[in-house]
């Protein structure tokens, strides 16, 4: 029972480039998240989605999109990097839409834009 | 809007002693969630334990435990018998109960330094 996968865990990219970031999980839940973390900050929401076919803005959604078209994958994707978009970014998932069910996180990707 | 303050960029302690991190909310909410996360250098976050606004109860988890003061909207993290796997980020969390993850709000972290 992997989780939460996150891949890539690290990456490089180059002012403009576009990348897709990679979550999948097999623990079947439906409410599925991207968080972004600043150094010295805590996590901020990117984008989150309430089941396949479904996805909505979170907190910091400018410059990102995403996808869900399983219960499994919801990829971020970056199209044109820019260095306000260096940081970690981690996907989490919860088995229900109330408050009190907690996050299962990825290991997080560390994104360098340069 | 909501805010969560952890006003202890950084905490030490020595190994088997007692510490207590720090957290204060806003919210005008009367039903709410509190969470402490965990960060190790993994960079994996882990829950590590959770209050409901509306027990009265302080949340404990073995050797974790919180003070939760709604009045003051106070939420510390207890951690007894301190061990060197302690040694992380810290990071409390709040979500109203209407509503869910993604109305959760983070503070911006303790690190914690366990000391052999």
């Known amino acids: 029972n992997a989780g939460v996968t996150q891949t890539p865990k690290f990456r490089i990219l180059k002012i403009g480039q576009s990348m897709t970031l990679q979550c999948t999980q097999d623990m079947n839940h439906n409410y599925m998240y991207w968080y972004r973390q600043d150094p010295g900050m805590g996590l901020k929401l990117i984008y989150y989605s309430v089941g396949a076919g479904i996805t909505d803005k979170g907190e910091v959604p400018n410059g990102y999109n995403v996808s869900r078209s399983t219960t499994e994958d919801f990829p971020l994707r970056l199209e044109l990097a820019a260095p306000s978009q260096t940081s970690v970014y981690f996907c989490a998932t919860t088995w229900g839409g109330q408050g009190n069910s907690p996050l299962h996180f990825g290991n997080g990707t560390r994104l360098t834009v340069t | 809007a909501q805010t969560v303050t952890q006003s202890q960029p950084e905490m030490s302690v020595q190994e088997a002693e007692t510490v207590t991190l720090s957290c204060t909310y806003d919210?005008?909410?009367?039903?709410?969630?509190l969470f402490w996360y965990k960060q190790p250098p993994s960079r994996q976050m882990i829950l590590v334990i959770r209050q409901e606004a509306y027990k009265q109860q302080n949340a404990t988890e073995n050797r974790f435990s919180v003070n939760f003061q709604k009045a003051a909207k106070s939420f510390s993290l207890k951690i007894s018998d301190s061990q060197l796997g302690d040694a992380a980020m810290y990071f409390c969390a709040y979500t109203p109960s209407q509503g869910g993850s993604e109305k959760l709000v983070f503070g911006k972290g303790t690190k914690l330094t366990v000391n052999p």
């Open positions: 919210t005008s909410e009367s039903d709410y969630y």
